[in-house]
């Protein structure tokens, strides 16, 4: 598996809806072999409109997609083969079963895997037997999920393949897709669950308004964000008894009430000689709370300097 290959090309990207509306603004990635790729993003940022464009739905207003080496719009009698799609709605015949969907389905796939194999890889084997319209919400989900399983693609393109899942339904396709990435499968996948993109994708991207506003690891895109400390002021206490903020390397803090908040870039150092000062001053550092920035909170951040840097260039 040669995680060099560019298995995903997306260059300079363009979408505009009929009206002049550009949902994506000029975006660019790459996915390599055996990757999985989280596109993340706000309500509207343009991860479906992306999505459509990389399984060859519509031809872009501008840039360049390429799919396994091809064009996925042009030349989609090649790409469309090789790769599984699990749309955000799926809308097959309610009243058939599950395994007579998934059957007719197959019947439209060339060496399509036998459908039992893939209802019970995906937990529905025993709902074989059920009508479309008889599942929950969570299991035409799974449904969804086996039906771009079925043609045993080498790239799967995954429009939130966890929302209405529960819990458990959650774990079972995240172990899912940990397993078809092992086998060489390349995902992307978008999604509304940022644990979920922290736990699962190599790589990821925040879209923000038809642009792409950070891009990395989960912990590259964490990693610009600052940790926090918290912790309440020892009785008799005030701010200036601390040890200069400045020498801890905290870049903002704030007080609530007794409650003390940090927020620093060098954590250790910093949580270090917090301790060291309160075990010579003898005191507990009640509620005490350190952690590492999450990509809730960089997602967050990121999403609120994208929609001030956008109010700026507004106001110009
Ligand atoms: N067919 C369409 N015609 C015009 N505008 C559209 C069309 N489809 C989507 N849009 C607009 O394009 C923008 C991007 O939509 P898109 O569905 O790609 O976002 P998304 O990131 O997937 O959002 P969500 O997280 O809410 O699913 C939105 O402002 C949406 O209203």
């Not at 393109?157 to 339904?169: C, I, K, V």
């Amino acid at each position: 598996m040669d995680i060099n290959e560019h298995v995903i090309e997306v260059t300079d990207l363009r979408r505009v809806y009929g009206g002049g509306f550009e949902a994506v603004r000029g975006i660019s990635f790459s996915v390599g072999r055996g990757e999985v790729f989280a596109l993340l993003g706000t309500n509207g940022a343009g991860k479906t409109s992306t999505v459509e464009l990389l399984e060859g739905l519509a031809p872009p207003a501008g840039g360049r997609v390429r799919v396994l080496g091809h064009d996925p719009h042009t030349e989609r009698a090649v790409v469309r083969p090789r790769t599984g799609v699990m749309l955000q709605e799926g809308g097959f015949p309610s009243e058939l079963t599950v395994a007579e969907t998934a059957r007719m389905w197959a019947g439209c796939i060339s060496g399509a895997r036998p459908e039992g194999e893939v209802l019970e890889r995906v937990g529905l084997a025993r709902k074989s037997g059920v009508r479309v319209k008889q599942l929950s919400g969570g299991e035409r989900r799974r449904l969804d999920l086996a039906l771009a399983l079925l043609g045993d693609p080498e790239v799967l393109f995954l429009d939130e393949p966890t929302t209405g899942l529960d819990a458990e339904g959650r774990q079972g396709t995240w172990a899912l897709v940990r397993a078809l990435r092992d086998s060489g499968t390349t995902v992307l996948l978008t999604t509304h669950y940022l644990e979920e993109a922290e736990g699962l994708a190599d790589r990821l991207a925040i879209m923000h308004r038809g642009r792409i506003a950070a891009s990395g690891t989960p912990a590259q895109v964490t990693a610009a964000q600052p940790s926090r400390i918290s912790f309440q002021l020892p009785d008799g206490y005030f701010l200036g008894d601390l040890p200069p903020l400045a020498e801890l390397g905290v870049s903002g803090h704030e007080l609530d009430g007794r409650v003390v908040r940090l927020r620093t870039q060098q954590l250790q150092p910093a949580a270090t000689r917090l301790l060291v000062w309160a075990e010579r001053a003898g005191v507990e550092l009640r509620g005490l709370d350190v952690r590492s920035a999450s990509l809730e909170e960089a997602f967050l951040a990121i999403a609120r300097e994208a929609s001030a840097s956008k109010e700026e260039e507004f106001a110009v």
